[in-house]
């Protein structure tokens, strides 16, 4: 029986808990003024002269995904600005559906919006999961490399992921994967092997001039193995979170949204010239 789009919006709640990619319960759809972030009169600090745009992974959005490290940094004193992308017709608040190479031309017309507002030449990018790739999309076929200073991605699937095989299912059910080309291609872009992956990881990881950071956790669930969201390449760094502090049990969703441990890492990331030692006391600093 031809499952009808309207069934497939009220079952997407289920499939973000099935596949572990959801975050919080929704706060807000849109971007809003919160503890300071997406404040489009704030001018970057010379202490801090990038503003930072925050990029939310699948079935997140831009205010439910930065609950806990946007005001972590804004407290530091920087502009930090998030958005929506890859929403899905009459699908609300779950977002990161769409096409991946949709997604980097939205997120390349956003930098251009901080960047005019703030007057910064340049912007800092951190996503979380899909959001940590995404943005490579975007310096490497969208012109992103000249206007993004670094790079951190938390828990990114750069080469993408089996969702511990999961993905191997859609080819014991005939049609299930053309349907979810068709209505959710943000997802199968994310499968191991697939075209947008293989196009982007095509001739190098990275793009020169550009910073990364893969912060990743031992315990991730849905990037699998986690070890595939590293990176190689010039100006490229690669941490384990459980490196850092062997008691952090954080899995694929609080690495992102909740791990202060993993925030400190961040903020290092960010300002390396004053970066502090990252360790399990870094969770209540």
Same mark, same amino acid.
């Not at 969702?163 to 299930?176: E, V, Y």
């Not at 291609?185 to 793009?207: E, F, H, I, K």
């Not at 950071?213 to 010039?234: F, H, K, M, N, Q």
């Given at each position: 029986?031809?499952?009808?789009?309207?069934?497939?919006?009220?079952?997407?709640?289920?499939? $973000?808990?099935?596949?572990?990619?959801?975050?919080?319960?929704?706060?807000?759809?849109?971007?809003?003024?919160?503890?300071?972030?997406?404040?489009?009169?704030?001018?970057?600090?010379?202490?801090?002269?990038?503003?930072?745009?925050?990029?939310?992974?699948?079935?997140?959005?831009?205010?439910?995904?930065?609950?806990?490290?946007?005001?972590?940094?804004?407290?530091?004193?920087?502009?930090?600005?998030?958005?929506?992308?890859?929403?899905?017709?009459?699908?609300?608040?779950?977002?990161?559906?769409?096409?991946?190479?949709? +997604?980097?031309?939205?997120?390349?017309?956003?930098?251009?919006?901080?960047? +005019?507002?703030?007057?910064?030449?340049?912007?800092?990018?951190?996503?979380?999961?899909?959001?940590?790739?995404?943005?490579?999309?975007?310096?490497?076929?969208?012109?992103?490399?000249?206007?993004?200073?670094?790079?951190?991605?938390?828990?990114?699937?750069?080469?993408?992921?089996?969702?511990?095989?999961?993905?191997?299912?859609?080819?014991?059910?005939?049609?299930?994967?053309?349907?979810?080309?068709?209505?959710?291609?943000?997802?199968?872009?994310?499968?191991?092997?697939?075209?947008?992956?293989?196009?982007?990881?095509?001739?190098?990881?990275?793009?020169?001039?550009?910073?990364?950071?893969?912060?990743?956790?031992?315990?991730?669930?849905?990037?699998?193995? +986690?070890?595939?969201?590293?990176?190689?390449?010039?100006?490229?760094?690669?941490?384990?979170?459980?490196?850092?502090?062997?008691?952090?049990?954080?899995?694929?969703?609080?690495?992102?949204?909740?791990?202060?441990?993993?925030?400190?890492?961040?903020?290092?990331?960010?300002?390396?010239?004053? $970066?502090?030692?990252?360790?399990?006391?870094?969770?209540?600093?």
């Amino acid at each position: 029986m031809k499952l009808r789009r309207p069934r497939l919006r009220a079952l997407l709640p289920a499939v $973000a808990l099935a596949l572990g990619l959801t975050t919080a319960t929704p706060a807000a759809a849109s971007p809003t003024v919160t503890s300071g972030w997406n404040d489009f009169s704030c001018k970057p600090s010379a202490a801090h002269p990038r503003p930072v745009v925050l990029v939310h992974g699948t079935f997140g959005n831009a205010v439910d995904n930065w609950l806990g490290l946007a005001p972590y940094l804004v407290a530091r004193g920087y502009c930090v600005f998030s958005l929506d992308y890859g929403q899905l017709p009459g699908v609300p608040v779950f977002h990161g559906l769409g096409p991946v190479d949709d +997604s980097a031309r939205q997120l390349a017309g956003y930098v251009e919006r901080v960047r +005019s507002a703030t007057g910064a030449a340049q912007v800092d990018l951190v996503g979380h999961s899909q959001g940590g790739m995404m943005p490579r999309v975007y310096l490497k076929f969208h012109g992103g490399a000249e206007k993004v200073h670094s790079l951190i991605g938390l828990a990114p699937d750069n080469h993408g992921t089996t969702l511990n095989g999961l993905t191997r299912l859609l080819d014991l059910f005939p049609g299930a994967k053309r349907y979810l080309d068709k209505n959710t291609p943000g997802l199968t872009d994310q499968a191991a092997g697939s075209a947008l992956l293989t196009r982007l990881n095509a001739g190098g990881d990275t793009v020169p001039g550009v910073r990364y950071t893969v912060i990743a956790t031992r315990y991730d669930e849905v990037v699998t193995p +986690s070890t595939s969201g590293y990176l190689s390449g010039p100006g490229v760094r690669n941490v384990l979170l459980q490196d850092l502090c062997p008691a952090d049990l954080s899995e694929h969703v609080a690495i992102g949204t909740t791990d202060r441990i993993a925030f400190h890492e961040t903020a290092n990331a960010l300002d390396p010239a004053h $970066a502090t030692p990252t360790t399990c006391a870094s969770a209540v600093r």
